[in-house]
T-cell receptor, first 110, second 113 residues
Framework: GEDVEQSLFLSVREGDSSVINCTYTDSSSTYLYWYKQEPGAGLQLLTYIFSNMDMKQDQRLTVLLNKKDKHLSLRIADTQTGDSAIYFC??????????FGKGTKLSVKP | DADVTQTPRNRITKTGKRIMLECSQT?????MYWYRQDPGLGLRLIYY???????NKGEISDGYSVSRQAQAKFSLSLESAIPNQTALYFCATSERGGPYEQYFGPGTRLTVT
């Protein structure tokens, strides 16, 4: 069935780049997404990428999609303490529902 | 004002009690969703509704029921709450067509004692 996998934790130093990785199983997914959840808050859409794209850049965020390997990554340049949060990868599934990974907790050390 | 609101934000209830969580949206979206979030398990879909007359079970619907009272309102009920329903509950909305991005409410933290 459909599944989205991502590592649970990532720790980086302030100013470094963060790379959060995700793998998915449904090769027919039309869209892939990255969401951010700050403590005590709901999920906020960061960005999404259409499946026929390889890369999407938005300010400090770069999304890379390797459709052959079903691998999605989110790179955050110049990571700040305010980027500390849980990041969820998701894929679009049948009927437009989303399948979410378990989330990667990013800790940024000063 | 927030586009997706949830009430209550926090609730403590006892085993066996009936409880309703409410969700309202001003985004004009047709689709609405209920998820629960547990540490280490991510988000799991409980129920979803594509319009007022179209309600579907998600991955973990047992022990829950829903009502779509209007396009803007979608409520989740626990008929007889049990402790393993202690979790963070999120409502979300999306448009009918792609890219299907979902917009989340702030969540309801439910504790069942």
């Amino acid at each position: 069935g459909e599944d989205v996998e991502q590592s649970l934790f990532l720790s980086v130093r302030e100013g470094d780049s963060s790379v959060i990785n995700c793998t998915y199983t449904d090769s027919s997914s039309t869209y892939l997404y990255w969401y951010k959840q700050e403590p005590g808050a709901g999920l906020q859409l960061l960005t999404y990428i259409f499946s026929n794209m390889d890369m999407k850049q938005d300010q400090r965020l770069t999304v890379l999609l390797n459709k052959k390997d079903k691998h999605l990554s989110l790179r955050i340049a110049d990571t700040q303490t305010g980027d500390s949060a849980i990041y969820f990868c998701a894929e679009s599934a049948s009927q437009g529902n989303l399948i979410f990974g378990k989330g990667t907790k990013l800790s940024v050390k000063p | 004002d927030a586009d997706v609101t949830q009430t209550p934000r926090n609730r403590i209830t006892k085993t066996g009690k009936r409880i309703m969580l409410e969700c309202s949206q001003t985004k004009g979206h047709d689709r609405m969703y209920w998820y629960r979030q547990d540490p280490g398990l991510g988000l799991r879909l409980i129920y979803y509704s594509f319009d007022v007359k179209d309600i579907n079970k998600g991955e973990i619907s047992d022990g829950y029921s829903v009502s779509r009272q209007a396009q803007a309102k979608f409520s989740l009920s626990l008929e007889s709450a049990i402790p393993n329903q202690t979790a963070l509950y999120f409502c979300a909305t999306s448009e009918r067509g792609g890219p299907y991005e979902q917009y989340f409410g702030p969540g309801t933290r439910l504790t069942v004692t």
